[in-house]
């Protein structure tokens, strides 16, 4: 049997992915909550969007200072992603875990393929598409957030990218800045519907921002697009494995 204590190093390790990469690490939250430190589904994805609304906070104020966060384009993505993690934090509690697991773990493989496949370097201006379409996709992220507790970061950079037309520093920062505004939202609807365990939450948030600090000064010396592909792999394996469990 795995020690529950065993999650709080791999809270390191989440961080220190977030940091190597600027994203994806919190993908594992719930994974490391649910089979390693034996909280249920239902309290997992609530706990995953604290950590990944303060990891992604961290990562959002660096980007504000450095002038990388597009307040027009998230002003356009931000209303429709806050009542999507509302709706999918609403669905969250109403679906069966092995569903809300399934769903996980396909988000997960998506996140993998994106890692694996997907440009390391796109392009710097790509053209701007019609806000409907936008509003659109800003929904979407935001049920998938609210419904399995994850930030959608995978997701939303490539559409602020191919979508809002951002470069890609911009495209991340403007991304962290709506994965935070769409994890307050998602927790706002739990909260009071599930008793939390907030010690721990507290505990796995420090230290995972811990990790985020110290991956960051590791990501300059090291390639990013072997830590992609190398942390795609981690995901594709960690994906399959908790769609075959979840059956």
Known sequence: MIPPQLGYPLALFIGLALGLLGGGGSILAVPVLHYIMG???K???????VVVGFTSGLGALTHWRAGTVNLRTALAFGPPAIVGALLGAELGLRATPRLQLTVFAVVMLLAAVSMLFGPVTPAEHPPRKPIPLITLIGGLVGVLTGFV????GFLYVPALELLGGLPIKQAVGTSLLL????????VARYHGSLDLDWPVIGLFTLIALLGVQLGARLGRRLSQASLRHGFGVLILL??????FKGR
Do not use: Q, R
Not at 43 to 49: G, I, K, Q, R, T
Not at 149 to 152: D, I, K, L, Q, Y
Not at 238 to 243: D, R, S, T, Y
């Open 39 to 41: 909280f249920p589904v």
């Open 43 to 49: 309290e997992a994805v609530p706990m995953s969007l």
């Open 149 to 152: 507790g994850v930030g959608g």
């Open 179 to 186: 994965i935070v505004i769409s994890c307050i939202a998602g």
């Open 238 to 243: 960690m994906g399959a494995l908790v769609l």
